[in-house]
């Protein structure tokens, strides 16, 4: 069975040069432990038997066999997510990752309904997960009924004896919704179906949804994970047999996360706590500032008493985290909604969040431009409403620039003769 060693380069041998070319020694093996997890590109991995491929294939030994299957960087990632996210755990929880957040969403939901399956879905949703649900799962024979999530008797009601899964989000855009996990985990509990929560704005540094009674948590990793706008990931955990689950749907579907993009996710892990503690209190800092300029109509920010979720948010975050994301509405509609964001100097307009730049868009023209002024408002958001994902600059600089655009956002309104903004409170 010994193959012939063409990996040593003493001596003289009688190989081609080419065959020679692609057979180099791999070098010296030495017990190496890097601080640091490599970032292994083979797409394939070598063994010495026949046999011992067979047994890494149907799982009987662990192995890496295609990257496709499995790295192990993008292993190193889900493992390491998945000890975040139960580290208040005394069950195991395994984890996947996923080549965007999307990714894992379509997976996860593929993985865990049929045809004539039923889903209750938060009607607060990201945009691509409401279209996936309402469109492509709908296609296969995957019915969603979206429902207001904080409405545990609306939830109840739309239970079905086919449901199989309650999606919702911990904290959804704009409006900072914080769901009610435990609630929420009782009527999924009750009903045989499995809650599947979207942490991506709370990040396991706000809350740890596995600790309050979800199934499975997924993120997109793109945003406070990688933390750092470079990388595009997505990662799911949960208990090791629905997890082997989506692990499989994975390996057929295709979206595994590439090892680059896994290496960048795993180091900003190590970085996640600090960047998403100083994120929650400068926009808490940021949301009590700017709540009180004249010309500000409605702030969204779980961590300000005024919000229906805040009761919530201190049952189920970590102490004094509310999340890195403020959503400030401007008197004026649309237009002064617009303005505010253009005319801010630090903050860019971008999308995405999570990053070390704070990033602002204006929610009527971007996340939310399907919907119109009226239904907008029937979602509780104004078409003014700009979404401010909060970086780690200096909180000072940052309220600076959003209170200076919104004086010259109120001086231009003023000058055309708009009323309601009293101006005699401006600071
Ligand atoms: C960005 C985002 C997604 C999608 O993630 P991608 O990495 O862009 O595929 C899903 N859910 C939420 C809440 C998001 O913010």
């Given at each position: 069975?010994?193959?012939?060693?063409?990996?040593?380069?003493?001596?003289?041998?009688?190989?081609?040069?080419?065959?020679?070319?692609?057979?180099?020694?791999?070098?010296?093996?030495?017990?190496?432990?890097?601080?640091?997890?490599?970032?292994?590109?083979?797409?394939?991995?070598?063994?010495?038997?026949?046999?011992?491929?067979?047994?890494?294939?149907?799982?009987v030994s662990r192995g890496y066999s295609y990257a496709r299957i499995d790295t192990p960087t993008a292993e190193a990632f889900a493992h390491a997510l998945a000890a975040m996210e139960g580290a208040g755990l005394d069950r195991e929880v395994r984890g996947q990752a996923f080549a965007s957040g999307m990714a894992a969403i379509s997976t996860t939901l593929l993985a865990l309904t049929a045809a004539g399956s039923h889903i209750v879905?938060?009607?607060?949703?990201?945009?691509?997960?409401?279209?996936?649900?309402d469109g492509l799962l709908r296609r296969f024979g995957v019915r969603t009924d979206f429902v207001d999530i904080t409405d545990l008797e609306a939830v109840r009601a739309a239970v079905r004896p086919e449901t199989?899964?309650?999606?919702?989000?911990?904290?959804?855009?704009?409006?900072?919704?914080?769901?009610?996990?435990?609630?929420?985990?009782?009527?999924?509990?009750?009903?045989?179906?499995?809650?599947?929560?979207?942490?991506?704005?709370?990040?396991?540094?706000?809350?740890?949804p596995l600790e309050h009674g979800a199934d499975i948590v997924l993120h997109s990793a793109t945003k406070y994970i990688?933390?750092?706008?470079?990388?595009?990931?997505?990662?799911?955990?949960?208990?090791?047999?629905?997890?082997?689950?989506?692990?499989?749907?994975?390996?057929?579907?295709?979206p595994s996360l590439a090892p680059d993009e896994a290496f960048l996710l795993h180091r900003g892990l190590e970085t996640l706590?600090?960047?998403?503690?100083?994120?929650?209190?400068?926009?808490?800092?940021?949301?009590?500032?700017?709540?009180?300029?004249?010309?500000?109509?409605?702030i969204d920010y779980p961590g300000l008493p005024t919000h229906?979720?805040?009761?919530?948010?201190?049952?189920?975050?970590?102490?004094?985290?509310?999340?890195?994301?403020?959503?400030?509405?401007?008197?004026?509609?649309?237009?002064?909604?617009?303005?505010?964001?253009?005319?801010?100097r630090l903050a860019t307009i971008a999308a995405?969040?999570?990053?070390?730049?704070?990033?602002?868009?204006?929610?009527?023209?971007?996340?939310?431009?399907?919907?119109?002024?009226?239904?907008?408002?029937?979602?509780?958001?104004?078409?003014?409403?700009v979404r401010f994902a909060i970086g780690i600059e200096d909180p000072a600089d940052l309220i600076a620039d959003a209170l200076a655009s919104l004086d010259r956002c109120a001086e231009e309104w003023e000058s055309a003769g708009q009323a309601g903004i009293d101006l005699g409170t401006s600071q």
């Open positions: 069975m010994e193959r012939q060693d063409d990996h040593d380069n003493r001596g003289k041998t009688t190989l081609g040069e080419n065959t020679r070319a692609v057979r180099l020694p791999s070098g010296p093996a030495v017990n190496e432990r890097p601080v640091r997890i490599p970032v292994h590109r083979s797409t394939t991995y070598e063994f010495a038997t026949s046999q011992e491929y067979a047994d890494v294939l149907d799982g879905a938060s009607r607060a949703i990201y945009g691509n997960t409401y279209s996936l649900l199989a899964v309650i999606f919702t989000e911990t904290l959804s855009n704009p409006t900072m919704t914080v769901s009610d996990l435990p609630a929420l985990a009782g009527i999924a509990s009750d009903a045989g179906a499995r809650l599947v929560v979207d942490s991506t704005f709370a990040s396991p540094a706000v809350c740890r990688g933390g750092h706008s470079d990388a595009t990931g997505g990662v799911v955990v949960g208990d090791p047999n629905t997890v082997a689950t989506i692990r499989s749907a994975r390996i057929d579907l295709g706590p600090l960047r998403v503690a100083r994120q929650c209190a400068t926009a808490a800092e940021f949301a009590a500032a700017v709540a009180g300029h004249p010309a500000v109509e409605r229906p979720g805040h009761e919530t948010a201190l049952r189920l975050f970590d102490t004094g985290r509310f999340g890195g994301t403020v959503t400030v509405t401007p008197h004026g509609g649309r237009d002064a909604g617009m303005a505010f964001a253009d005319g801010l995405s969040l999570g990053g070390t730049h704070t990033l602002v868009g204006h929610v009527g023209s971007t996340t939310h431009r399907q919907l119109d002024d009226a239904t907008l408002l029937t979602s509780g958001i104004g078409p003014g409403a």
